[in-house]
Structure formats: structure tokens, C-alpha cells
């Protein structure tokens, strides 16, 4: 036999070789840990069904966005603020809380179905409680909805002239709107206004929320006023006529309250560069008015044409220190462009028509006075 052989089989009596028996207390703790990872199976795969099934619902809602919606009639009046910069879903939320709209995503889903919803402004609105949410977005785009002060402020009004007005038509106490242009700086105005908002306050309609100052009416006036400048390009011009722009803004304001005419304000712009040129007063009613503060007529007095003050171009040479009123951009861009002419005079010879008549010499100053006083005599207490 070779060494290569196999062993030979163990005797019969001898059991076949097999793998070794474990104790059965082993045995036991083998089948008792088989259990429990079933269990443990059992439990998380229960765990993973829970959890999949709030996930699902979680997903639904967000894709339905929660859109339940109430069917109506609408309940009480309901008065909603829409804050700066708020986003649809911002204001769903807000009509949710309330009690508007029944939920944030109906409302969102019918801004979804509505491309002007991205026109929506920031101010207060009147709805009504219980609302569906399709028929509140339709409101909110109405702008009758919106609670909102609309005030005009017309051209060539002096910055006490519209406080009172503002003051009127906002219901704000008109010492609130003192004490801002007592102190100024936070409305914004150019650094060339020497910190004085009068000339500022430009004239257009302000649409004026519920909760608004004074400060911020003011504010929004000025900001207008730099849209203008802009527009006019007001600093750059103001170099080319020779003068600075708060000079401009000054000759702009006078041109607004002598000229009623749009087709006057380019020629009584070259009658006031004019006089400047020739060193001549001004002699105008508007500024004497703005000095004496009175109520304004077609003229003045004697009395009032002799008062010390820098405003009365009767006595002093040169514009008056700053605007006396505010200008439209229309007088503005007359301040800017004058016409050409050769004109040392005007008179209003019909202030009722704003009918204006231009002179050279003294003589045809002369002519044109004589047709107002007739104008006068047939106007008595004028």
C-alpha cells in the first residue's frame, strides 16, 4: 500500500464520523434568539408601514396643499392687512388666521389659477369672514376693496398749504406734519434742500393707508419729488442755465404761481431770467404773499409790498432764499427750458381766463396794467 492510500474505514462497531452533537441547553438559547429577531423583524417592518403611511398623508396634503374651501355666503366685514413683500403663501396664511379663506392652500391654489394675483399691493383690504377662497382673491384684485385716503395735492401749493389739506383728509393731527418738517432729514430730501422740505412736497394724489404717519405721507411727497428731478434731469440742467438747482427749484415754484397757463410757463421762466440778468427786482405778488402769509388775492397792498423780508421781491433784488411753493414737473422743465424772448414784463390781464400779456418796454407794461385794472374794476373786491 502506497503512502497515497486513504485511511481505512474504522472498525463497524464504531460510529461514521459526524458533526458533534451541542448540548440542548445551547440548543435552546439558538431558538430563543431566532425569536426574537423575528419579532424584532416584525416590529420594525411594522415601524417602516406606520412611518410610510404618515409620509404618504404628509405628501398628499402638501400636494393637495390643503385645500379644503368654504362654500359660503360670506359672514361679517373683515379688515386684512397685506404687508410689504409678503408672499402668496404669506397671505393665504394671514386670510386663514383671519378666518377669511377656510385654508392657506386654497387660497393658493386659486392665486395659481389667477395670473394677476402677482399684482397684489401691500395695504388693507375690506372681506368678509367665511369667504370662498376664489371669490377673496377676486376682492383683493378689486381696488374698490382697498381702504385707502386718496389726496391731491395740486401744483404751486406752499408746504403749510398742504399739511392742512393732508391733515384734513387723513384725519393726522397737522402738528405731526409741523414737527416732521420741523426736523426734516428722514424724509429723503437731496442734500442741495439745505434740510427745508419746502419746493419738496412734490403735487400729485397720494394714495394714504390707515396706519399712516405723517412722516411717512411727507416721505412719500418727497420721494416723488426725486422721481421728477430725475425725470428732469434737474441737477445736470440746472447748470447749464447758469444757476444752482435749489435756484431752479425757486424760479420753478414762482413760475407755478404766476403762470396759470402751460403755455405761459416757458415765457414768464425767460421774464424772471430776464430781470435777473438786468440786476431789475422781481416785484412779484406771489412772493409778497408767501412773506406775509395771508390769504392770497389778485394783489397785493403798499402795506404789504414794504415788509422786511427776503421774500418781498418788491424790495430786494435776486430770488427770494428758496421755493414758496411746490412745482409740477411741467414748471420744473420751464425753469429748465425757457423761451426766447426779449420780455422785461407780464400781467395776467384776466386772472379769471389766466389771459397774460408780455412787455419790452415800460410802456407796454404800462398798456397791459391798464387792461388788468379794467379787469379789476369789473371784478370789484378782487
Do not use: C
Amino acid at each position: 500500500m502506497s503512502d497515497s492510500s486513504p485511511p481505512p474505514y474504522p472498525p463497524a462497531d464504531e460510529p461514521v464520523p459526524g458533526p458533534a452533537r451541542r448540548p440542548r441547553k445551547a440548543h435552546r438559547r439558538t431558538r430563543r434568539k431566532a425569536l426574537i429577531a423575528v419579532v424584532i423583524s416584525l416590529v420594525v417592518l411594522g415601524s417602516i408601514g406606520v412611518g410610510a403611511t404618515v409620509g404618504i398623508n404628509r405628501i398628499y396634503e402638501r400636494l393637495t396643499e390643503g385645500t379644503a374651501d368654504f362654500s359660503g355666503p360670506p359672514g361679517a366685514e373683515k379688515v386684512v392687512q397685506v404687508t410689504q413683500g409678503s408672499s402668496i403663501r404669506a397671505i393665504g396664511r394671514m386670510l386663514e388666521e383671519a378666518g377669511v379663506v377656510r385654508t392657506e392652500g386654497s387660497f393658493v391654489a386659486a392665486a395659481r389659477k389667477d395670473s394677476r394675483a402677482a399684482s397684489l399691493q401691500p395695504g388693507f383690504y375690506r372681506l368678509n369672514l367665511n369667504m370662498p377662497a376664489r371669490e377673496a382673491l377676486t376682492k383683493m384684485l378689486d381696488p374698490a376693496s382697498r381702504i385707502l385716503a386718496r389726496i391731491a395735492i395740486p401744483e404751486g401749493r406752499s408746504a403749510a398749504q398742504a399739511i392742512a389739506k393732508l391733515s384734513k383728509e387723513s384725519g393726522i393731527p397737522k402738528e405731526d406734519f409741523e414737527k416732521v418738517l420741523d426736523n426734516p432729514k428722514a424724509l429723503g430730501l437731496p442734500g442741495w434742500a439745505r434740510n427745508k422740505a419746502e419746493g419738496f412736497l412734490f403735487p400729485a394724489t397720494y394714495d394714504v393707508e390707515p396706519n399712516a404717519s405723517a412722516e411717512s405721507i411727507l416721505k412719500q411727497m418727497v420721494t416723488r419729488f426725486n422721481v421728477a428731478a430725475t425725470a428732469t434731469d434737474l441737477v445736470a440742467r440746472s447748470a447749464i442755465v447758469g444757476r444752482t438747482p435749489l435756484e431752479v427749484l425757486t424760479i420753478a415754484s414762482l413760475i407755478e404761481k404766476e403762470a396759470k397757463l402751460a403755455d405761459d410757463q416757458p415765457k414768464v421762466a425767460r421774464v424772471i431770467y430776464n430781470r435777473l440778468e438786468e440786476n431789475m427786482r422781481l416785484q412779484l405778488d406771489s412772493t409778497v404773499h408767501y412773506a406775509v402769509g395771508g390769504a392770497e388775492v389778485v394783489t397785493t397792498t403798499a402795506e404789504q409790498r414794504a415788509i422786511d423780508s427776503p421774500y418781498n421781491t418788491y424790495r430786494y433784488e435776486g430770488l427770494p432764499p428758496g421755493p414758496i411753493a411746490s412745482p409740477g414737473e411741467a414748471a420744473i422743465e420751464a425753469a429748465l427750458s425757457p423761451a426766447e424772448g426779449p420780455w422785461i414784463y407780464f400781467v395776467a390781464v384776466n386772472p379769471d381766463t389766466g389771459e397774460t400779456k408780455y412787455g419790452v418796454t415800460a410802456a407796454d407794461h404800462a398798456r397791459n396794467v391798464e387792461e388788468f385794472r379794467a379787469w379789476l374794476r369789473a371784478n370789484p373786491g378782487r
